[in-house]
């Protein structure tokens, strides 16, 4: 296939990282091996572990250091600062995400469609497909999922067009950010990469999903019991519910997607949360009343940061 890149075209990666030093000392010796990559801009979002001094030592790379304001916050800065370089194209990923030595050329191959605003590589975990792209939205059925045509059910070997992607390798076109902006920096976690994707095929643009292009995702593997991992993962579950409900809301087409879609999900957790305060300490009364006020923000459309 013909090659689209000129000499010319300028190729930021940005990298957004938060007290996962090792991970990100990976991630940027596989980014150094992808060609042509004219910068890399690394968001430290207050990381305590180190990165920052790492980061110092390292004057090739473009630093800015946050607080931190979560995955979406990140992007939004890095995004803004790759764009204001003068990326053409802008690699967007976390730190826990390794692309191959010909991750990019895969990548940039396919960069001749003006009508595509994202390239999407594929994910390996463990050297199978890693994927929760998919290829349509259903915004008229509250009972069913958001996310339609997933891409991990099916056997796609060839360039695909979907409506969904990651914030783990997106490839964006300059132009799109010209046109839709910014990600949303307010949602913090979840939901943020989908909110981009929708804003961008609504502006006219298409994602396609390229399986040649790959990346390598980390797998965390943790030996705690279920009460460890929850109480571990509790705070997140707010943003889940609260993100979600948003987008139900603010894209869906008729009341049953605005408002019973998120009120499914929330009461699925507030279950969870009041099970487990019966039998563990998983869990606190106040969780409920906390989980139905994030449902309630996400109806109300007020994002931030929880506490």
Same mark, same amino acid.
């Given at each position: 296939?013909?090659?689209?890149?000129?000499?010319?075209?300028?190729?930021?990666?940005?990298?957004?990282?938060?007290?996962?030093?090792?991970?990100?000392?990976?991630?940027?010796? !596989? +980014?150094?091996?992808?060609?042509?990559? *004219? /910068?890399?801009?690394? =968001?430290?979002?207050?990381?305590?572990?180190?990165?920052? #001094?790492?980061?110092?030592?390292?004057?090739?790379?473009?630093?800015?250091?946050?607080?931190?304001?979560?995955?979406?916050?990140?992007?939004?800065?890095?995004?803004?600062?790759?764009?204001?370089?003068?990326?053409?194209?802008?690699?967007?990923?976390?730190?826990?995400?390794?692309?191959?030595?010909? !991750? +990019?050329?895969?990548?940039?191959?396919? *960069? /001749?469609?003006?009508? =595509?605003?994202?390239?999407?590589?594929?994910?390996?975990? #463990?050297?199978?497909?890693?994927?929760?792209?998919?290829?349509?939205?259903?915004?008229?059925?509250?009972?069913?999922?958001?996310?339609?045509?997933?891409?991990?059910?099916?056997?796609?070997?060839?360039?695909?067009?979907?409506?969904?992607?990651?914030?783990?390798?997106?490839?964006?076109?300059?132009?799109?950010?010209?046109?839709?902006?910014?990600?949303?920096?307010?949602?913090?976690?979840?939901?943020?990469?989908?909110?981009?994707?929708?804003?961008?095929?609504?502006?006219?643009?298409?994602?396609?999903?390229?399986?040649?292009?790959?990346?390598?995702?980390?797998?965390?593997?943790?030996?705690?019991?279920?009460?460890?991992?929850?109480?571990?993962?509790?705070?997140?579950?707010?943003?889940?519910?609260?993100?979600?409900?948003?987008?139900?809301?603010?894209?869906?087409?008729?009341?049953?997607?605005?408002?019973?879609?998120?009120?499914?999900?929330?009461?699925?957790?507030?279950?969870?949360?009041?099970?487990?305060?019966?039998?563990?300490?998983?869990?606190?009364?106040?969780?409920?009343?906390?989980?139905?006020?994030?449902?309630?923000?996400?109806?109300?459309?007020?994002?931030?940061?929880?506490?």
């Amino acid at each position: 296939m013909e090659e689209h890149w000129k000499e010319n075209m300028r190729v930021i990666a940005v990298v957004v990282t938060y007290n996962r030093l090792e991970l990100l000392k990976r991630n940027i010796s !596989c +980014l150094r091996k992808n060609e042509p990559l *004219s /910068g890399i801009v690394v =968001v430290n979002n207050g990381s305590t572990d180190g990165t920052a #001094e790492w980061l110092a030592g390292e004057p090739s790379l473009h630093v800015i250091s946050q607080e931190n304001v979560g995955g979406s916050g990140g992007f939004h800065t890095g995004i803004a600062e790759a764009y204001k370089l003068g990326a053409d194209w802008i690699w967007c990923m976390d730190d826990d995400v390794f692309p191959r030595p010909d !991750c +990019l050329k895969s990548l940039l191959r396919h *960069s /001749g469609r003006k009508d =595509v605003g994202i390239l999407a590589p594929r994910r390996l975990m #463990e050297g199978k497909i890693y994927t929760n792209d998919f290829q349509g939205l259903d915004l008229t059925r509250p009972f069913a999922s958001l996310y339609k045509g997933r891409l991990a059910k099916m056997n796609v070997t060839g360039p695909t067009e979907i409506c969904g992607t990651a914030f783990e390798g997106p490839f964006i076109r300059r132009e799109v950010v010209d046109k839709i902006g910014l990600p949303t920096k307010e949602l913090f976690i979840f939901c943020d990469d989908t909110d981009y994707c929708i804003r961008t095929v609504q502006a006219g643009y298409k994602i396609m999903y390229i399986p040649e292009a790959l990346m390598d995702k980390e797998k965390f593997f943790s030996g705690d019991s279920w009460k460890e991992r929850s109480k571990k993962k509790k705070w997140k579950r707010f943003y889940q519910v609260r993100n979600s409900t948003y987008l139900n809301h603010h894209y869906g087409k008729n009341w049953g997607v605005r408002y019973l879609r998120g009120f499914n999900g929330v009461i699925g957790y507030i279950l969870i949360a009041f099970l487990a305060c019966l039998f563990s300490d998983a869990y606190q009364w106040s969780d409920i009343a906390r989980f139905w006020r994030a449902y309630r923000d996400g109806l109300a459309e007020r994002l931030g940061k929880y506490q």
